[in-house]
């Protein structure tokens, strides 16, 4: 095949995933389908690739290219066939939709656009979403460029209007990415929801996506839409349009607005299934290594038309990373919110910053409050401390917090950065929490009568545990004085957070990483860092769980001595949180397609370079998680028992700063030579790096660990053998399954001859054909759920599966998927009104031919093609719902051809007879 023919292929393929009929111009049947794409179609210019016809109207064109082709140098060929006089067609207007496709890249350009630009987007559209625009006055863009009025300024701040605005003005000139720059507290959710709401009354946006960091800041979102009053309508938000909080694998149709997580969307695309525990988790400071990313594809339920924008809310850093694909899915402007961006959110939004509101002048305008740094600094947390060998100490399990009490071993000498980690020093954590206990009733709010609200942040969950106990010690207080509020917590975490907000007490929470970012707790006074953090981002959203500010009265509420406004915030930094070097995060696998054995042979080999040592580390702490305990201690004994997850974190620490300070550090003391991280060397950091990096790799270089490690990883897969063929040697069930099955429709009958006066739908068998009219899909329903919740469990396909043991020859379809209305098959022949078991469907099929014919062998003029046409969508919809009603013609495959309007200029005053009949005789 030449390369364009394998572009066509591959165009082919993509067109008819998106719902359109591919024809030859031989073939070309445009009824066939609402969408019809004609390949080499004649115009007076030549013959074009493809030419696109909705409702047989021509629509469009693609060009199409072979690989490796610069689609923009063949836009002025695209645009030629648009405009071309198309053989047999009548209008000479240009074509609106024009195309140039790779079938790997696509690049899409709509005529109708202002300023007609093309943009690369992920998929072909669906003939209906043609159809929709084609059935609207403008396009989406040229509405943002002329139709949306002046913003009304009451009740919104100056850096709320300048937002707002900014960003119009940015979608009017067709700018694909916008960033809004707002300080925390500014108002960011509420600026949003202000452009959401003009977007979808004055913009006509189809729908738009509000992607949240966790799924608590989800629920906040949802909150705020639903408090939002537009200044127009006294209405709220969601009494004039209807917003979803995604929490299952469904959007739904209906709704304008779609609140979820990134993690839940790639989900919903993907079809994979997710842990809602996944969403608790923010995605902020999380690296995403430990999973491979995996390619999105298309899904038809989610077309790429889906959203006409998406906000992104925090602008977290994993959309720069694995999550980027489902936002490149999408055909959709993208907004960042954000109050701590860097140089990558920047470039991500391509530097086109709409709004900026800085948090120093948010403080300058009352939005929020300044804060002060309190500093408490111990010895151990300086210098750390020794645990000698021989000393009785208790040790306790991370998981369970068991203990024993049992001598050391051997001498651990630990410093600062280790405690909470491996070593809990309770002295540590009491003396920081007596020192901010004395520094804030004597110190830095000297009036009060009863502790701020406060909030620590601690390294663990573990480590928060530690914390609340001696606060409780310290304070003299109970359970109720202080809480912890993160995703493990025992107690519901959303109800402690809104006590922690707006009640008395808990006075002091604390949290690990639920409420570091994005979640809004005004009454905070106090902020303990007993924790250190490395990303700037991150460190600059924890302070800001801060600064809202809060009027006297709100504050007096939760904190009664208040004397005045909140003014300020302290933060209290005992890890050197605020003088400790700031990075951005980094993603750990730099090789995703250099095999493991490969990356452990280049260490073997002496490869020292970053990106290497950190995806083989990656890849060794991942398979730590997936091995089992076989495997792992067979590396153990290879390795003189350091387990495999244990030579990653090696590699990792290895290139750690802090670690590579400290060997420096110490290698300068053996010399006698005394050093500080500022007095170090450059070749001095060097010298430690290599040395640190040697050690780490040392293991490698043992070539019966490195095929251990391959042995095992190569274990876990499974061989696909296509050589040795199979035959059948025995067909049949079991005597055991088929005794099940008797005893399965043996308790079907029972129950159905039992209730049969109870269940409406067990009345409509057993008193044909009287009622035989009366049967609705809510009755099937009904019987469903009840003969499938315990104790009878009796499903569907588990009645059907019964029947096809025990009665074979007259059961058909078995190896068809199973529907709702299939239980009226069942039924009937259960109670014998059927001789044979077969799919509703094929049932309803087979009453249709019958039914069809003898109406019109009763008719002076058969039905018209077109009529048939509909009684075949009505019989489709009869056979999944058991009945048709007009109020069904507003469903999508009605719809769609006209709907109600459309069947009733076809049948007249015969449309309701025709239903009643095809109501009666395909279900009967």
């Known amino acids: 095949m030449t390369p364009e023919a394998k572009a066509r292929q591959r165009i082919d393929q993509k067109l008819e995933q998106a719902g359109w009929a591919v024809q030859d111009l031989k073939k070309i049947n445009l009824s066939a389908s609402l969408g019809v794409a004609v390949r080499e179609y004649p115009t007076d210019t030549g013959p074009a690739d493809y030419v ?23 836009e002025d060929q695209t645009d030629r066939y648009a405009r071309s006089v198309l053989k047999w067609q009548v209008k000479a207007a240009p074509l609106p939709f024009l195309y140039e496709s790779t079938g790997q890249i696509i690049h899409f350009t709509d005529g109708r656009d202002p300023a007609p630009r093309a943009r690369e987007i992920f998929h072909f559209f669906k003939p209906e979403q043609i159809a929709e625009w084609l059935n609207q006055q403008d396009s989406f863009r040229r509405r943002l460029c ?8 009451r009740n919104l701040r100056d850096c709320q209007i300048g937002a707002v605005t900014g960003l119009e003005k940015s979608l009017a000139l067709n700018k694909p990415r916008a960033l809004v720059h707002m300080a925390t507290g500014a108002g960011k959710t509420f600026t949003a929801i202000t452009s959401v709401y003009r977007l979808l009354k004055y913009g006509g946006a189809k729908r738009i996506l509000f992607l949240v960091d966790t799924r608590n800041l989800g629920k906040q979102a949802h909150q705020e839409f639903m408090a939002y009053t537009p200044p127009d309508d006294a209405r709220k938000f969601t009494e004039l349009y209807n917003v979803q909080r995604l929490n299952g694998p469904a959007i739904d149709p209906a709704a304008k607005v779609c609140i979820s997580t990134i993690q839940r969307m790639y989900s919903i695309l993907s079809g994979e299934p997710i842990d809602d525990s996944a969403e608790d988790i923010s995605l902020f400071d999380v690296q995403q290594a430990d999973r491979q990313a995996k390619m999105m594809r298309y899904n038809p339920a989610v077309p790429v038309e889906t959203f006409d924008v998406i906000i992104i809310d925090e602008c977290h850093r994993s959309i720069y990373n694995l999550w980027k694909q489902v936002l490149d899915y999408f055909d959709a402007f993208l907004v960042g919110l954000t109050a701590t961006p860097d140089k990558r959110t920047f470039g991500f939004f391509s530097e086109n910053i709409v709004a900026e509101y800085t948090y120093e002048q948010s403080v300058a305008d009352g939005v929020n409050v300044g804060y002060d740094v309190y500093e408490i600094e111990t010895e151990i947390t300086r210098k750390g401390a020794e645990v000698k060998a021989r000393e009785w100490v208790d040790h306790r399990d991370r998981q369970t917090r068991k203990k024993r009490w049992a001598e050391a071993e051997e001498g651990v000498l630990y410093n600062g950065k280790e405690l909470d980690k491996s070593v809990v020093n309770p002295s540590q954590i009491r003396k920081v929490i007596q020192a901010m206990k004395t520094a804030v009733e004597t110190e830095i709010f000297p009036s009060r009568t009863e502790t701020p609200k406060t909030l620590i942040f ?23 004085f202080c809480k912890k509020v993160t ?69 007096k509420r939760v904190s009664n001595s208040a004397d005045s406004a909140k003014s300020r915030f302290v933060l209290i930094d005992a890890v050197g949180v605020e003088k400790s ?40 702490v991942r398979l730590a998680k997936e091995l089992d305990d076989k495997a792992l201690r067979r590396i153990e004994k290879k390795s003189d028992g350091v387990s495999v997850g244990m030579l990653g974190k090696a590699l990792l620490t290895a290139l750690d ?23 170090l060397t450059e070749d001095e950091l ?15 270089d043992n070539p019966e660990l490195r095929d251990e490690i391959e042995t095992a990883r190569r274990e876990r897969e499974q061989i696909i053998d296509h050589i040795n063929l199979d035959q059948v040697t025995f067909t049949g069930f079991s005597a055991q399954a088929e005794e099940r099955a008797r005893k399965v429709i043996q308790t079907f009958t029972d129950y159905i001859s039992r209730h049969k006066d109870e269940i409406q739908a067990l009345g409509f068998f057993y008193q044909q054909p009287f009622r035989r009219r009366a049967l609705t899909f809510e009755m099937i329903e009904e019987l469903h759920d009840t003969l499938s919740r315990p104790p009878l469990l009796l499903t569907t396909e588990r009645l059907w599966s019964a029947y096809a043991r025990v009665k074979s020859s007259q ?50 003029t058969a039905f018209t093609a077109e009529q048939t046409e509909w009684l075949r969508m009505m019989k489709d919809h009869i056979s999944s719902s058991c009945c048709i009603t007009r109020d069904d013609f507003d469903y999508a495959e009605f719809a769609n051809k006209g709907g109600l309007q459309k069947a009733w200029g076809l049948f007249g005053k015969e449309l309701d007879e025709v239903m009643d009949e095809m109501n009666g005789e395909l279900v009967a």
């Open 52 to 74: 696109l016809f909705v409702n047989r109207e021509p629509v469009g064109v693609i060009e199409a290219k072979a690989d490796n082709t610069i689609l923009t140098f063949v």
């Open 146 to 153: 002329e139709q949306m009025p002046e913003l009304p300024t």
């Open 458 to 480: 601690a390294k663990t969950d573990s480590h928060a545990d530690d914390i609340i106990q001696i606060v409780r010690e310290v304070y003299n207080q109970g359970n109720a």
């Open 487 to 555: 995703y493990k917590a025992e107690e519901d975490p959303d109800s402690i957070l809104s006590s922690f907000r707006n009640d008395y007490n808990p006075r002091i929470a604390v949290t690990v990483d639920m409420i570091a970012t994005g979640t809004d707790v005004k009454p905070l006074e106090v902020l303990l860092f007993m924790r250190d953090v490395r990303s700037r981002g991150y460190y600059e959203q924890m302070k800001g769980r801060g600064v809202r500010s809060l009027g006297h009265d709100d504050l």
């Open 581 to 620: 070097l700031k990075t951005e995060s980094r993603p750990l696998e730099k090789k995703p397609s250099v095999p493991l054995k490969d990356l452990m042979m280049g260490v073997a080999l002496g490869h020292r370079d970053e990106d290497t040592l950190l995806s083989l580390a990656n890849r060794l």
């Open 657 to 679: 700063p802090d670690r590579i300070v400290e060997a420096a550090i110490a290698a300068a003391q053996a010399r006698g030579i005394t050093r500080t991280e500022e007095t």
């Open 686 to 700: 060097t010298a430690a790096r290599l040395q640190c990096v040697a050690t780490a790799c040392a293991p490698f």
């Open 811 to 860: 059961v058909n379809g078995s190896d068809s998927k199973r529907q709702l209305t299939d239980l009226v098959a069942l039924v009937r022949f259960a109670i014998g009104l059927d001789a044979e078991l077969k799919p509703f469907r094929d049932q309803v099929d087979k009453r249709f031919q019958e039914w069809i014919f003898r109406h019109n062998a009763r008719r002076t």
